[in-house]
């Protein structure tokens, strides 16, 4: 009878942690719900309205512009200014791995021990 007794207990607490598992799901799936993240969206998108932002104005003139003006100088000028950004992205990527490669080799020369 007294192993009976143990396995009833034991289920009881194996039934009480799922409930307790069950519940905390249910509450992270109510904070997660994609309506309530929409509604959250959609008021604080009405505040500040892309619309009513003067360099969104600025740039959508300026983009105007450009499409309707016929300057061969303004068109190179545009291409160098694509080549400087495509460098300087590239000396970045270079300029992180580098580094990169410097913080694993001080890892590695403060972890490896001192001979003397």
Do not use: D
Request: proline share 3%; charged share 25%.
């Amino acid at each position: 009878m007294n192993r009976l007794e143990t396995l009833e207990a034991r289920r009881r607490m194996l039934l009480q942690r799922c409930e307790e598992q069950r519940l905390e799901l249910a509450y992270r799936v109510a904070r997660i719900r994609p309506a309530a993240e929409l509604t959250a969206w959609t008021r604080r998108a009405g505040v500040r309205s892309a619309t009513n932002h003067p360099l969104a104005w600025i740039t959508g003139i300026a983009g105007l512009l450009l499409m309707f003006m016929r300057t061969r100088r303004l068109f190179a000028g545009v291409g160098w200014i694509t080549a400087i950004i495509a460098l300087a992205s590239r000396a970045t990527t270079l300029l992180r791995l580098v580094a990169q490669l410097r913080s694993i080799y001080l890892s590695l020369k403060k972890s490896s021990p001192r001979e003397r």
